[in-house]
């Protein structure tokens, strides 16, 4: 039983060594792993002589058992020591074809959302205004009672809401999800007095019937100015400004009467829609106009909440669609498109 297993040792030692001239990493992988279960694996030829001994003498099996044990542990520490030299996977590294073409990984980029909001936030910082933000889960009381719309008043049903479960459910305490980015006028206003010129660029949410020009979730941009002085005309001129410095040219406006709560009076400005030059298609519901500024000058119950002497300062604020801009700017003529994921549309950006 000895000369089988000599005899075993040395045919296993020798398949290795010649298996080391083979020249496909692959193929040596393949190999190896047939020889070692062919030698060392639980049905192997090993392990067959080794249920031989039992029928050996008392003396014997002391003799032939250390033996094998011996012829065992070579055979396993050789299989080992190929696989760490040669089959390891720094030792593959050696045999990857580095003339092969790499491939390339794709890069991500910025939302065409999050470029709007950004080119707004520089060209607002040029003219001297903060860039602020607020909670997305409003108070019922910055949301609408702040900016004087009590409850019950009709302009909540233009807003119908997303309120979300509270134990404390008793009035200013209900939280909603905000339905505009106004209520952070009345934070600024606590928080940094006047004078004050700031915007709040921010997410909003609203119950509404989906179409190419309306989504539940959106974006809006708010602005405020107050100071000693501050008019309407301030803000139509930065209005103005702003238009003509995200579009590059002078952009045709419209002014109409509005109504506000939180503003009095109360306007709207509207740009002609850039996707059918004022011919009417079903962004700008067949009008030539898309209204992108609603505001006017802050009403005094809204200053006064935001503890500023309303008899001594004024301001004026607005709400800018930044999702519609950004449709008009990239001619989009489905606000839906913004929210899809399809990565078909956001790839163009």
Known sequence: ????????????????????????????????????????????????????????????????????????????????????????????????????????????????????????????????????????????????????????????????????????????????????????????MQEFGAPLKAIVPGKVFRNEALDASHEHTFYQLEGIMIDKNISISNMIAVMKELLKGIFKEEVEIRIRPGFFPFVEPGIEIDMKCRLCQGQGCPVCKQSGWLEVFPGGMIHPNVLEAGGIDSKKYSGFAFGLGLTRLAMMKHGIADIRLFNSGDLRFLEQF
């Open 1 to 188: 039983m000895k000369n089988k297993l000599e005899q075993l040792r040395q045919e296993a030692l020798k398949q290795l060594e010649d298996l080391k001239e083979s020249k496909s990493l692959k193929n040596q992988k393949e190999i190896w792993r047939a020889l070692e279960i062919k030698y060392l694996g639980r049905k192997g030829q090993l392990s067959q002589i080794l249920r031989q001994i039992k029928d050996l003498s008392t003396s014997e099996k002391k003799e032939v058992g250390a033996f094998a044990n011996k012829v065992k542990t070579e055979i396993a520490e050789a299989f080992s020591e190929f696989e760490n030299k040669f089959l390891s996977s720094k030792a593959g590294q050696s045999q990857v074809d580095m003339s092969l073409p790499g491939k390339r990984s794709s890069l991500g980029h910025l939302h065409p959302i999050t470029l709007m909001q950004r080119e707004l936030e520089e060209l607002f910082k040029s003219l001297g205004f903060s860039i602020l933000e607020g909670p997305e889960l409003e108070s019922d009381y910055y949301n609408f009672q702040a900016l004087n719309i009590p409850e019950h008043h009709p302009a909540r049903d233009m807003q119908d809401t997303f309120y979300v479960n509270w134990e404390d459910q008793e009035d200013e305490n209900k939280l909603v999800l905000r339905t505009h980015t106004s209520p952070v006028q009345v934070r600024a």
